[in-house]
């Protein structure tokens, strides 16, 4: 029993010993071209490797070329992916459409209606409607130029974020600006020289400011509604009967007599213009 398990222990150790020889192996073989492109060589280089057993391994590289590989698209692809969803809560309508929507559901009070899927879903479709030109613009100028090769990385970036930074600028206050120029003692003669990590968190706490304002005026009606029903009820002597219970179907119908989506999702959109 014990032979037959040192000798498993002996094959084990083999087999590594052989894993990492070929890692070893495919190292250096990768190397020359690697160098060649990190030197910036227009020269195409060709790495042909021939072993005991008869395996070729070739290695190709096209340094020098501007156009980028199919790799390296996905793995800038996974990389926006992975943060789309907190560009979509910093940098765009996003926060001021859903709070708004939230602020909408609790002053009529039927609680979990519409559900969380539908406001979420709403206010991805209202953000896209409105972030569609800077989308558009952000497209054409940065990411279509570098995923041609006509452009560095560099160049791309700052092209990206120009659009975003006019947007976002448009929507922030001067005291939300100092507020946070204070906090990370910066200096800008020019909206042009704001850092972005002024300008992302001004925006975000005045998307707020704005959001709640709209909330407030949203409250008011609703509010109006549920004072009239208390006192009807306590002139009634129904003191035991909860106002919100009677006044909710009235918040339901004069919401949809006014027509209350489309004034709602009308004033958000123009909000931003």
């Known amino acids: 029993m014990w032979n037959i398990i040192g000798k498993s222990r002996k ?13 070893c192996v495919v190292f250096f073989a990768v190397s020359p071209a690697s160098y060649a492109q990190a030197t910036g060589n227009d020269n195409q280089v060709t790495d042909n490797r021939t072993n005991d057993d008869g395996f070729n391994l070739n290695i190709t590289s096209n340094a020098g070329s501007t156009d980028l590989e199919s790799t390296l698209q996905i793995l ?11 560009a979509l809560i910093m940098l765009t309508c996003f926060t001021r459409v859903i709070v708004v929507f939230h602020f909408l559901r609790t002053a009529m009070g039927t609680q979990t209606t519409p559900p969380n ?49 006019t947007f976002m600028m448009d929507q922030t206050r001067d005291k939300d600006l100092e507020l946070f120029m204070k906090i990370n003692d910066a200096e800008a003669e020019t909206y042009e020289e704001v850092p972005m990590t002024v300008v992302i968190p001004a925006f975000i706490i005045s998307e707020l400011r704005t959001a709640f304002i709209i909330g407030f005026v949203l409250y008011l009606p609703f509010i109006v509604m549920d004072m009239v029903v208390a006192s009807t009820l306590m002139s009634m002597g129904m003191m035991m009967l909860p106002p919100t219970t009677i006044s909710l179907p009235f ?10 989506w489309n004034l709602i999702v009308g004033s958000l959109i123009e909000s931003f213009t």
């Open 11 to 23: 094959k084990t150790v083999i087999c590594f010993l052989v894993m990492a020889v070929a890692a």
């Open 117 to 165: 899927q539908v406001i979420v879903g709403l206010s991805l479709f209202i953000t896209l409607a409105v972030m569609s030109p800077v989308m558009t613009q952000i497209n054409d100028e940065a990411v279509q130029p570098f995923m041609n090769g006509q452009i560095e990385q560099e160049a791309a970036v700052e092209r990206g974020v120009a659009p975003l930074r």
């Open 76 to 86: 800038i692809i996974l990389t926006v992916l992975s943060l789309a969803p907190s």
């Open 251 to 260: 918040k339901i119908l004069l919401f949809v007599l006014a027509d209350g």
